[in-house]
């Protein structure tokens, strides 16, 4: 239907040009016709009309070209005379001047005036000023396409319609079945690429893109991909590493409560099967170890519980505005003991001029004041030395550096200190029974919660500090 309809359309645009070309035509080559007769009818006007000559004259004429009908027009475009061969009156009694005027000043053809025969129809003319009884200002009017030629033209009209709708309709179904074919052939290959392109996605080759090189639907369609498909790849990625940091958990967390279990379960042996014959000092001794192991034990289950609910965010920072100096010192006092029975110098340094309040969780951060000391008090040998220096800088921001003269971490550890059971230097924690590596994991997620981030800076065989800052309270 729709190449049918553009066909006819086509076949109206070609009959109407055909015809408007024709009218221009016939009329620019009829242009000075009236002019022309107007001398031969002239003398058959003068005293009257000679109706016998001038239809001799007409005769003549058809003879030759059975298009035209003669009118003569008085000045004001009143019709006096016709000469149609024998056919009726016309319609009209007079016929407007402004196509003639403009027929006269030489306007370009196609040039329409009024069809007496008809009311409200217009055709191409020939006119020219002639003199009716000597009376000057009227004009000789042709109309050059006449009745007759009306009713040949609709007899043709007819045919030369079918003609061109058909030639039409089969033209336009030729161009739109080729233009069809191409588009077709140039979406169907894109849409072939996008398919190979998702089909290699699917069987494993994540790195797979399509290449976009417009902006219409299948290149919005190839962006959409290659987005999702970047989203997958990351996501495949997270999930490769939360899986092996899942089988590294497991294996650290069956070493870390196997150790410790072990130890106990063979103190506790050691008890029953001497009991009786071990005095109170070992047995004493014995309980005390299969104690620690269990408090070493007990610390670990907690670590672990802090953590995955840290992973969970089941913990939500209460934040208010407190003294960090003050938080700084109590820790420091609390693990004063402990440094005095390692022989470690434990120390605050804090600045003469005071420090703005700071704007964090006072509990989580005293658990990471904590878990920085804790750490920091294992890997300082005797005579080593410990301090804790808040300081303002120029950002509005309390830095708070934790720095020790232990043994320092690796350039090639030092990236990953604060995963999960990670630690500096494996076979010595291990080798002593400290720590599980999850103080530094807790304590980065702690400041991960505040929007704020911790870093580790060491020199091996030196020391390592570790500075994490702290929002002023506005």
Same mark, same amino acid.
């Given at each position: 239907?729709?190449? /049918?309809?553009?066909?006819?359309?086509?076949?109206?645009?070609?009959?109407?040009?055909?015809?408007?070309?024709?009218?221009?035509? =016939?009329?620019?080559?009829?242009?000075?016709?009236?002019?022309?007769?107007?001398?031969?009818?002239?003398?058959?006007?003068?005293?009257?009309?000679?109706?016998?000559?001038?239809?001799?004259?007409?005769?003549?004429?058809?003879?030759?070209?059975?298009?035209? =009908?003669?009118?003569?027009?008085?000045?004001? @475009?009143?019709?006096?005379?016709?000469?149609?061969?024998?056919?009726?009156?016309?319609?009209?009694?007079?016929?407007?001047?402004?196509?003639?005027?403009?027929?006269?000043?030489?306007?370009?053809?196609?040039?329409?005036?009024?069809?007496?025969?008809?009311?409200?129809?217009?055709?191409?003319?020939?006119?020219?000023?002639?003199?009716?009884?000597?009376?000057?200002?009227?004009?000789?009017?042709?109309?050059?396409?006449?009745?007759?030629?009306?009713?040949?033209?609709?007899?043709?009209?007819?045919?030369?319609?079918?003609?061109?709708?058909?030639?039409?309709?089969?033209?336009?179904?030729?161009?739109?079945?080729?233009?069809?074919?191409?588009?077709?052939?140039?979406?169907?290959?894109?849409?072939?690429?996008?398919?190979?392109?998702?089909?290699?996605?699917?069987?494993?080759?994540?790195?797979?893109?399509?290449?976009?090189?417009?902006?219409?639907?299948?290149?919005?369609?190839?962006?959409?991909?290659?987005?999702?498909?970047?989203?997958?790849?990351?996501?495949?990625?997270?999930?490769?590493?939360?899986?092996?940091?899942?089988?590294?958990?497991?294996?650290?967390?069956?070493?870390?409560?196997?150790?410790?279990?072990?130890?106990?379960?063979?103190?506790?042996?050691?008890?029953?099967?001497?009991?009786?014959?071990?005095?109170?000092?070992?047995?004493? @001794?014995?309980?005390? *170890?299969?104690?620690?192991?269990?408090?070493? /034990?007990?610390?670990? *289950?907690?670590?672990?519980?802090?953590?995955?609910?840290?992973?969970?965010?089941? $913990?939500?920072?209460?934040?208010?505005?407190?003294? $960090?100096?003050?938080?700084?010192?109590?820790?420091?006092?609390?693990?004063?003991?402990?440094?005095?029975?390692?022989?470690?110098?434990?120390?605050?340094?804090?600045?003469?001029?005071?420090?703005? /309040?700071?704007?964090?969780?006072?509990?989580?951060?005293?658990?990471?004041?904590?878990?920085?000391?804790?750490?920091?008090?294992?890997?300082?040998?005797? @005579?080593?030395?410990?301090?804790?220096?808040?300081?303002?800088?120029?950002?509005?921001?309390?830095?708070?550096?934790?720095?020790?003269?232990?043994?320092?971490?690796?350039?090639?550890?030092?990236?990953?200190?604060?995963?999960?059971?990670?630690?500096?230097?494996?076979?010595?924690?291990?080798?002593?029974?400290?720590?599980?590596?999850?103080?530094?994991? $807790?304590?980065?997620?702690?400041?991960?919660?505040?929007?704020?981030?911790?870093?580790?800076?060491?020199?091996?065989?030196?020391?390592?500090?570790?500075?994490?800052?702290?929002?002023?309270?506005?």
């Amino acid at each position: 239907m729709l190449l /049918l309809g553009l066909g006819i359309l086509l076949a109206m645009f070609s009959v109407g040009a055909t015809e408007e070309v024709t009218i221009a035509a =016939d009329q620019e080559l009829h242009r000075d016709l009236a002019r022309e007769l107007a001398p031969r009818f002239e003398p058959h006007l003068a005293e009257g009309v000679d109706e016998g000559a001038i239809n001799g004259i007409i005769a003549g004429l058809t003879q030759i070209n059975r298009r035209i =009908d003669v009118y003569l027009l008085e000045a004001d @475009g009143e019709i006096k005379g016709w000469f149609m061969d024998g056919r009726a009156e016309p319609v009209l009694t007079h016929v407007t001047l402004g196509p003639i005027m403009r027929f006269l000043y030489g306007d370009p053809p196609p040039i329409l005036g009024d069809d007496p025969t008809s009311e409200g129809v217009t055709k191409p003319f020939s006119v020219s000023p002639i003199s009716v009884m000597g009376q000057e200002g009227c004009y000789l009017y042709i109309i050059l396409q006449g009745e007759d030629y009306d009713h040949v033209f609709e007899m043709l009209r007819s045919g030369l319609m079918k003609q061109l709708v058909l030639r039409a309709a089969l033209l336009a179904f030729i161009i739109t079945a080729l233009v069809g074919l191409l588009l077709f052939w140039w979406v169907s290959r894109r849409l072939s690429k996008l398919q190979s392109v998702v089909t290699d996605f699917e069987s494993g080759q994540l790195d797979r893109r399509f290449d976009v090189k417009s902006k219409d639907e299948i290149g919005r369609l190839g962006s959409t991909f290659n987005v999702m498909a970047n989203r997958i790849e990351t996501q495949v990625e997270e999930l490769q590493n939360t899986d092996r940091l899942r089988r590294e958990l497991v294996a650290n967390v069956s070493h870390d409560l196997r150790s410790p279990l072990a130890s106990i379960q063979g103190y506790l042996e050691t008890l029953q099967l001497k009991e009786g014959t071990l005095d109170s000092e070992k047995r004493r @001794g014995y309980i005390d *170890v299969a104690l620690g192991q269990t408090k070493r /034990l007990s610390n670990l *289950v907690a670590q672990l519980f802090e953590l995955s609910k840290l992973d969970a965010k089941q $913990i939500q920072p209460h934040f208010e505005s407190f003294p $960090i100096a003050e938080l700084v010192q109590d820790v420091v006092m609390h693990y004063t003991p402990e440094a005095e029975k390692r022989g470690v110098n434990l120390r605050a340094v804090l600045p003469e001029e005071g420090l703005p /309040l700071v704007r964090a969780d006072v509990g989580l951060m005293e658990r990471v004041l904590t878990n920085l000391l804790d750490n920091a008090l294992r890997h300082t040998p005797s @005579g080593g030395t410990v301090e804790v220096r808040p300081e303002l800088n120029k950002k509005d921001v309390v830095c708070v550096h934790v720095s020790d003269t232990g043994e320092g971490i690796e350039p090639a550890q030092l990236a990953t200190v604060f995963e999960r059971f990670s630690r500096a230097d494996s076979s010595r924690s291990r080798a002593v029974g400290n720590g599980a590596g999850l103080g530094l994991a $807790i304590a980065r997620k702690i400041l991960d919660l505040h929007g704020g981030a911790i870093k580790a800076e060491s020199t091996p065989g030196k020391g390592t500090t570790f500075t994490f800052g702290l929002p002023v309270a506005i």
